[in-house]
């Protein structure tokens, strides 16, 4: 089964990218969401955020992600500390779903693939971007945060010009009928590859 990184900035669209491979019947894994569901459940992973960001990173037994968020991205010790807690974690719960998936290949949905060196891990990278100016407006619209912190949050990221260079696929995610149209044209691909 071939291994397939989906990646972009902040704002990009990823998720979006990755449900229309999912409408293709592509299985789809959102590292996001399980490193979240991971810094929830698991009891070792609470302890090591704990030790590193203090008791505060958990509000009544949730995760704390604005006190997270609000001293990783100023920090970027702290947030390599972080991703050295949640990734490897992430990596393992990742390669057991896996082993559970039967398709010709499977997407796994990462924000920072090129930040953190595991590109090697992939058949194919394909990375989505689109300009600045819109990825701000739209986490600005989808999370309500502040313009300043989704740029704190870009600058801790890799810029596009140096991730297309080790990208198998590049889709600019700007109209919606033009990326559904390229994700087809990638998932086709893909299964000749495959094939």
């Known amino acids: 089964m071939m291994i397939v990184g989906l990646t972009g900035g902040i704002g990009s669209g990823k998720s979006t990218v990755g449900a229309m491979f999912q409408k293709l019947g592509v299985p789809i894994y959102n590292s996001d969401l399980e490193a979240k569901n991971l810094m929830s459940r698991s009891k070792k992973i609470r302890q090591d955020i704990e030790a590193l960001l203090g008791k505060g990173s958990y509000l009544d037994g949730e995760l704390n992600k604005e006190y997270i968020s609000r001293i990783v991205f100023k920090d970027k010790k702290l947030l ?11 990596r393992n719960h990742f390669k057991s779903w896996c082993r559970r998936q039967n398709a010709p290949y499977v997407i796994q949905e990462a924000a920072i693939i090129f ?12 990375l989505v971007t689109a300009p600045k100016n819109i990825r701000i407006q739209r986490v600005v619209d989808r999370d309500g945060m502040e313009s300043e912190a989704v740029m704190e949050r870009i600058n801790n990221q890799w810029p596009d010009s140096e991730k297309e260079k080790l990208s198998d696929f590049v889709i600019e995610n700007i ?12 998932h086709h691909k893909l299964l000749k590859i495959r094939a």
């Open 80 to 90: 390599q500390g972080l991703n050295n807690i949640v990734h490897p974690a992430v």
């Open 175 to 186: 109209d919606i009928e033009a990326t559904e149209n390229e994700v087809s044209q990638i």
């Open 115 to 126: 930040e953190n060196g595991t590109n090697e891990f992939y058949d194919k990278i394909i």
